[in-house]
């Protein structure tokens, strides 16, 4: 069965230092894999993607992560972060049958 | 705003009760998939539904059923509620079942006492 494993349960930063969450995803065939995030009281959006080629994706707001085949992990990357990043970071994953989320890491960005 | 809508937004039932949770996909979008969400986890594959048809379903008993309409909106339905069944429920919608990107809803929080 697939699953999806978050490094960090909560990770609290000042603004202006550099962000990175681990993802590691247990599955061996193709899959396609994602970060969403949610903002306290808003819903579940999609930050980026990826389904092939190049392994580094970049996504809305500053945000990219880089696929790592070999160590099955997506990790997730911003230079810098704002006091407006703060919110839940989910990554995810699908074989096209399941669709399978790690369980979350909390991103408090101090002003 | 993803133009996905669920309804209603929270619900509390009573335990061995049943509850019916509602959702509107995103115009154009044929294919609706249903999470659960407890507190402090990531979203756990509840079903999908294409076409009116169950298209992939997760690990949950069968006292988890739905349905999807012509109009592609689509219901979840819990039978005999069970106090671990109280969570956040989260539809998501996509043009296809192999477009993976889901545009979700704001969920619906149901507590069972």
């Known amino acids: 069965a697939q699953s999806v494993s978050q490094h960090n349960h909560h990770v609290i930063l000042s603004e202006a230092a550099s962000l990175e969450l681990g993802c590691n995803y247990s599955?061996?065939?193709?899959?396609?894999l994602f970060w969403y995030v949610q903002y306290p009281g808003q819903h579940l959006q999609l930050l980026l993607k990826y389904f092939s080629g190049d392994p580094l994706v970049k996504g809305i707001k500053g945000f990219e992560a880089e696929f790592i085949k070999s160590k099955f992990s997506f990790n997730l990357r911003k230079p810098s972060v704002q006091w407006s990043d703060t919110a839940e970071y989910f990554c995810?994953?699908?074989?096209?049958?399941?669709?399978?989320f790690g369980p979350g890491t909390r991103l408090s960005v101090l002003p | 705003e993803t133009g996905v809508t669920q309804s209603p937004t929270h619900l509390i039932k009573t335990r061995g009760q049943q509850v019916t949770l509602r959702c509107s996909s995103q115009?154009?979008?044929?294919?609706v998939s249903w999470y659960q969400q407890a507190l402090g986890q990531g979203p756990q594959f509840i079903f999908q539904?294409?076409?009116?048809?169950?298209?992939g379903r997760g690990n949950f008993p069968p006292r988890f059923s739905g349905l999807q309409f012509p109009n592609y909106s689509s219901e979840l339905n819990v039978n005999a509620l069970e106090l671990d069944d109280s969570a956040l429920y989260l539809c998501?919608?996509?043009?296809?079942?192999?477009?993976?990107?889901?545009?979700f809803g704001p969920g619906t929080r149901l507590t069972v006492t």
């Open positions: 539904y294409y076409r009116e048809e169950e298209n």
């Open positions: 599955y061996g065939g193709t899959v396609n």
């Open positions: 998501a919608s996509s043009l296809d079942p192999g477009e993976y990107e889901q545009y």
């Open positions: 115009s154009g979008h044929n294919t």
């Open positions: 995810a994953v699908t074989n096209g049958q399941n669709f399978v």
